[in-house]
């Protein structure tokens, strides 16, 4: 099936005058048409949905036969959901009509859509195509997909938390798994809520966090697989939005505390004889003490605590401050 409904060859050969002139790109960063890329015209009305006689056809269940619609207006850009059964839905929040800028991520079914200024300097090769040529290359990039995921990309082109963002607001269910170089993490979310986390299927590392370990990569792909539905012993009972909000201030702050740690592979031991008393302290220093009796690494310390990575590297510093931990 194509994906563009096909004009007449007096319009298309209008559209193709003026590739040069626009301005905006619609570039399909995750689902079925990933790496698909579609030259907004100005003054031009794009309709999308299911139905085969639209503009921009994606077909996939959760898109209503007539969707959204996509207006350009001189330089600006707006967006009107036509009534959809599963929304639209703009940088994580559900959207009736609105108007849209430079980097906007617009989620329609299981596709995510960015908009990409491409004027002046910014202008991409994709521009000049006229849009039988966009149709053509999103059909055969879709149809490269013979088995597509239900939502996959990349990390760099959407951080996760925007995706996660997106798939709290639109209820998501399932599994999203992150593939690193830190490793393999799995989200398992239920109607958009994060209820569980967890990285290479290790328990050191506690649910919260190793969702906040998460929030740090920057690089990786991402792919929403099907939910799994083995129970779990620990569930998160925040909100997705209350567990972002948390990590993204924790993570502001351990960036802020890391440069004064040791190197996360030096060794950390308790001192013999120990001069400061152990009944001076709190509870959740006396649990590093205890992981750290014998000689751990500061990375070990970090993975077996009880507490945050932030809060852990506080008491870590504090520790060693007072003479209860030395390195090496």
Same mark, same amino acid.
């Given at each position: 099936?194509s994906t563009f409904r096909p004009r007449d060859a007096a319009g298309e050969q209008a559209s193709a005058a003026q590739a040069e002139g626009a301005p905006w790109t619609l570039r399909f960063i995750s689902g079925k048409y990933q790496g698909g890329e579609f030259p907004l015209r %100005?003054?031009?009305?794009?309709?999308?949905?299911?139905?085969?006689?639209?503009?921009?056809?994606?077909?996939?269940?959760?898109? #209503?036969?007539?969707?959204?619609?996509?207006?350009?207006?001189?330089?600006? &850009? #707006?967006?009107?959901?036509?009534?959809?059964?599963?929304?639209?839905?703009?940088?994580?929040?559900?959207?009736r009509s609105m108007q849209l800028k430079d980097g906007d991520r617009i989620l329609v079914g299981t596709s995510i859509i960015k908009l990409v200024a491409t004027s002046g300097e910014a202008r991409a090769p994709a521009v000049s195509l006229s849009e039988i040529e966009a149709r053509?290359?999103?059909?055969?990039?879709?149809?490269?997909?013979?088995? *597509?995921?239900?939502?996959?990309?990349?990390? /760099?082109?959407?951080?996760? *938390?925007?995706?996660?963002?997106?798939?709290?607001?639109?209820?998501?269910?399932?599994?999203?798994?992150?593939?690193?170089?830190?490793?393999?993490?799995?989200?398992?979310?239920?109607?958009?809520?994060?209820?569980?986390?967890?990285?290479?299927?290790?328990?050191?590392?506690?649910?919260?966090?190793?969702?906040?370990?998460?929030?740090?990569?920057?690089?990786?792909?991402?792919?929403?697989?099907?939910?799994? /539905?083995?129970?779990?012993?620990? /569930?998160?009972?925040? #909100?997705?939005?209350?567990?972002?909000?948390?990590?993204?201030?924790?993570?502001?702050?351990?960036?802020?505390?890391?440069?004064?740690?040791?190197?996360?592979?030096?060794? &950390? #031991? &308790? %001192?013999? *004889?120990?001069?400061?008393?152990?009944?001076?302290?709190?509870?959740?220093?006396?649990?590093?003490?205890?992981?750290?009796?014998?000689?751990?690494?500061?990375?070990?310390?970090?993975?077996?605590?009880?507490?945050?990575?932030?809060?852990?590297?506080?008491?870590?510093?504090?520790?060693?401050?007072?003479?209860?931990? &030395?390195?090496?």
């Open positions: 099936m %100005p003054n031009r009305e794009i309709v999308i949905g299911r139905s085969s006689d639209l503009d921009m056809v994606l077909v996939e269940d959760m898109v #209503s036969r007539k969707h959204a619609k996509i207006v350009t207006d001189g330089r600006m &850009v #707006s967006i009107q959901d036509l009534g959809s059964t599963n929304g639209t839905f703009v940088n994580g929040e559900k959207i053509s290359k999103m059909q055969a990039t879709a149809s490269r997909r013979a088995a *597509p995921k239900s939502m996959s990309g990349n990390i /760099e082109e959407i951080p996760l *938390p925007d995706l996660l963002q997106l798939l709290s607001t639109s209820r998501k269910s399932g599994v999203l798994v992150l593939r690193s170089e830190w490793g393999t993490g799995r989200l398992h979310l239920r109607k958009g809520q994060i209820y569980f986390a967890n990285i290479d299927e290790s328990f050191d590392v506690s649910p919260r966090k190793a969702m906040y370990r998460m929030l740090t990569w920057n690089q990786g792909l991402f792919e929403l697989e099907p939910p799994d /539905e083995r129970r779990v012993m620990e /569930e998160l009972q925040d #909100s997705t939005e209350a567990l972002l909000m948390e990590g993204m201030r924790q993570l502001d702050e351990f960036k802020e505390l890391s440069p004064k740690l040791p190197p996360l592979k030096a060794e &950390v #031991s &308790v %001192p013999t *004889p120990l001069g400061p008393r152990l009944r001076d302290l709190a509870p959740d220093h006396l649990d590093i003490i205890q992981i750290a009796l014998g000689g751990a690494t500061v990375q070990a310390i970090l993975d077996q605590s009880r507490q945050t990575d932030l809060d852990t590297a506080t008491a870590m510093l504090s520790l060693l401050e007072r003479g209860y931990l &030395v390195v090496g």
